[in-house]
């Protein structure tokens, strides 16, 4: 259909109901009568059937249905579910251009030029509010950017009418091309403009019967000709009658005429059976009547079906609406097949299965039972006995055999991951316990579930067999893998590790380990006792490791904790010109580091008025009052105090009057730390305290 790059234009309507057939049917006729170039397609849904068709293309595509329809309902349209499946227009990516027509709709001319439109889409105005296009008339660019778009929202049920008027106004919004009302001429029956219409009527392109009124369901006797309305309806008639009626419709003088035979217009039956008034057969058959045992007795129904009645399809609607309550007796039917007639020759019978009454296309039959009066009787009646209750002699035993069996040792669940039948082999070591022995690997499974666990730890006791006592699977590949701890087992590795921590050790610490702790209980000579530098978290160092202090506890030495661990461990040389430890004596080097500060304050001073600390001094004739002096500069009145040795506790406040206190304590600072000032290198004072308050001060401060 589409050949080389240049793709073709096409009308294209939509067909999800043979109910829309007949309309479907004259559109297409008055696009053709109307001399368009265009091919015409439809989309149809698959179990839309209908093979009657004017169209060049039949699509068929999926029903695309409105999970949620509660919009529907709002604008009484629930027949509008499926209205989604317009959506598939844009997918119809082999059409340039498609000017889609709903099947509610006549031309009354071709309407070409809508393929010359350069917007990719293109509707015409609804009528009155709010500001929406009318989604029967559209021209549009078929691509798959829209398409996907509007089938996530017709997937959510995106659509504020629930059909796709409403989801393509939500899409498009107001980006659409605005066509002219012409094209998509809504009439009422209940508001006409008669002057306008009158005026303006050869500008109308197409007339769209919107509603749940379609012209072929109201029939042609609803139209009197009188008003635009009935004018407009009249000439989607004169379409249908025009191909399809087999008598052309009345006259001014109110009279029909009958088409002669071999004139064009006969409707194919399903066509007619959709129209109203249209099909008018005049059908006599007999139903047998069952009775409730099964006997028939024929009883002669006769429906007369008028031409202006609605849906005649009772074909075949014995077998369902005359079954009784309490029997179906299809098969007993076959003898009495209802005899059927029909004045127009049979077409209607050709085309409708025999077999029952299609709710596909007709309402159900007038004298049909009610629904579900078939079903089995679910209700019972209460007892209207009104003698006492004899209790039975004897009432029967309970079942023998009323016990839970305990499931044996054989129908212990199956177990289901690998671990539960190959348990690696336990490898802790607890520290009270150096000497504990591990148990060997078990050979059997069995064996391998009975293992104990630092045998002298209460905790570790094992009471009796484990509980778990899944069978192995002997000979997995469970079995043949290596159950233990490369890391634990090869002493290779055990040394290569130790060596890489001492090595890190040694270049961060620079303390060797005392030798006086390494003498812990557990040194052992054989290498797999050992205790070594170990990775596991949870390998803690053994209360005879761990420094004994009474209240703040010291970190571990690792050194001295893995006791072997300093066997080579070399003393590092000692920092020149740095006293060894045992060598500084603390209290003397401050004194001495006191006497130097004050030597050096003497010099800046001038070394003058020594020894006169209680008497005011005179300089340069003018005397300077007593007051106490800062801190630091006692000794240029005074001795060098002695200082007490080895004692830094009593804080004794008795250097207040340095020059009677003899025996000084080192004073406690105040103030420790530099200043704001400070740089980076700098000296600064860590006593700027002149004094420590009194005992009375003291007092008063703590009371
Ligand atoms: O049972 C049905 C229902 C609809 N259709 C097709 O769907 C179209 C839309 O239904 P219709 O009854 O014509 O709707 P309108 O009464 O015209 O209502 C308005 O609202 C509809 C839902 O939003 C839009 O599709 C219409 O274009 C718009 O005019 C019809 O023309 C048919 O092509 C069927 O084939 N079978
Ligand atoms: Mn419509």
């Known amino acids: 259909m589409v050949t080389g790059t240049k793709k073709e234009d096409v009308y294209a309507s939509l067909l999800l109901t043979d109910t829309y057939l007949p309309g479907a049917l004259v559109l297409a ?8 170039t265009k091919k015409l397609a439809i989309l149809v849904t698959p179990d839309t059937v209908s093979t009657e068709t004017v169209y060049d293309y039949v699509i068929y595509v999926d029903r695309i249905r409105n999970g949620k329809p509660a919009n529907l309902f709002l604008m009484n349209r629930p027949d509008l579910h499926s209205a989604f499946t317009k959506i598939n227009l ?6 340039r251009k498609i000017v ?4 509610d709709v006549v031309a009354y001319r071709a309407v070409d030029e809508l393929f010359d439109l350069p917007h990719a889409f293109s509707a015409a105005p609804d009528i009155g509010w709010p500001d929406l296009f009318n989604t029967g008339v559209m021209a549009l660019t078929p691509n798959m950017g829209d398409y996907y778009a509007m089938m996530a929202m017709a997937e959510r049920g995106i659509s504020f009418d629930g059909a796709d008027q409403g989801l393509l106004n939500m899409h498009f919004g107001n980006t659409y091309n605005r066509l002219s009302f012409t094209y998509n001429v809504t009439p009422s029956a209940h508001y006409q403009y008669v002057p306008a219409y009158r005026h303006f009527q050869g500008s109308i392109n197409m007339v769209h019967f919107i509603g749940a009124d379609k012209p072929w369901r109201q029939g042609r006797e609803s139209t009197t000709d009188a008003g635009p309305f009935d004018e407009m309806t009249g000439r989607w008639w004169a379409v249908y009658d025009r191909h399809y009626h087999k008598e052309v419709g009345p006259d001014r003088s109110g009279r029909r005429k009958s088409l002669t035979p071999g004139q064009a217009g006969h409707a194919p039956s399903i066509v007619q059976h959709f129209v109203k008034g249209e099909y008018n057969p005049t059908t006599r058959y007999v139903v047998p009547t069952g009775e409730p045992n099964g006997q028939q007795s024929p009883t002669p129904s006769q429906e007369e079906h008028q031409g202006n009645q609605d849906h005649v399809a009772h074909s075949g609607d014995h077998h369902v609406h005359h079954e009784s309550q309490d029997h179906i007796h299809q098969e007993e039917h076959t003898s009495a097949e209802p005899k059927v007639t029909n004045e127009s020759g ?7 299965p025999q077999t029952g009454w299609d709710a596909q296309r007709s309402s159900p039959p007038t004298d ?3 629904e579900a009066a078939n079903f089995p009787r679910t209700h019972y009646e209460m007892s209207r006995d009104t003698s006492q209750f004899q209790a039975p002699d004897r009432y029967p035993s309970p079942p023998s055999n009323m016990w839970y069996s305990v499931p044996s040792e054989r129908d212990q669940p ?25 148990t060997p690997a078990p050979k059997s499974p069995g064996e391998q579930r009975r293992h104990v666990v630092g045998r002298r730890n209460p905790l570790f006791t094992p009471i009796g067999p484990a509980i778990r006592t899944a069978p192995s699977p002997g000979g997995t590949a469970w079995n043949s893998l290596n159950q233990s701890n490369a890391w634990d087992e090869i002493p290779q590795i055990n040394r290569y590790v130790d060596s890489m921590q001492r090595h890190r050790r040694s270049r961060s610490q620079i303390q060797a ?8 209980g557990e040194r052992q000579e054989e290498p797999s006792e050992e205790r070594r530098g170990s990775i596991k978290v949870t390998d803690f160092p053994t209360e005879d490791d761990r420094p004994s202090l009474p209240v703040t506890p010291a970190p571990v030495r690792r050194r001295q904790f893995w006791a072997n661990a300093d066997d080579n461990g070399q003393q590092l040389p000692a920092a020149e010109g740095v006293p060894a430890q045992d060598e500084w004596d603390p209290a003397a080097q401050l004194q001495k580091l006191a006497k130097q500060q004050s030597e050096v304050l003497l010099e800046k001073l001038g070394a003058s008025g ?14 300077i009052p007593h007051r106490p002096l800062p801190f630091g500069s006692e000794d240029i009145l005074a001795e060098a105090p002695e200082l007490v040795t080895g004692q830094t506790t009593p804080r004794t406040v008795e250097s207040r009057s340095p020059s009677i206190s003899t025996t000084a304590t080192i004073a406690v600072p105040s103030y420790q730390g530099p200043g704001a000032m400070f740089e980076k290198g700098e000296d600064y004072l860590t006593q700027d305290t002149p004094a420590q308050p009194t005992e009375e001060d003291l007092d008063v401060l703590q009371t």
């Open 610 to 623: 020594t020894g006169q600390s209680q008497e005011s001094i005179s300089v340069d004739g003018k005397e």
């Open 100 to 103: 889609y027509i709903d099947a």
């Open 513 to 520: 380990a005392s030798p006086g702790r390494s003498t812990s």
């Open 29 to 36: 006729h008055s696009l053709r009568d109307a001399g368009t």
């Open 346 to 352: 049979g077409a209607y019978t050709e085309t409708l």
């Open 90 to 95: 844009w997918k119809q990516t082999q059409f």
């Open 414 to 438: 199956k177990s289901v991951f690998p671990w539960e039948n190959n348990a690696p082999r336990p490898t802790r070591v607890f520290a009270e316990n150096p000497l504990a022995p591990v």
């Open 368 to 370: 049909s039972g009610p």
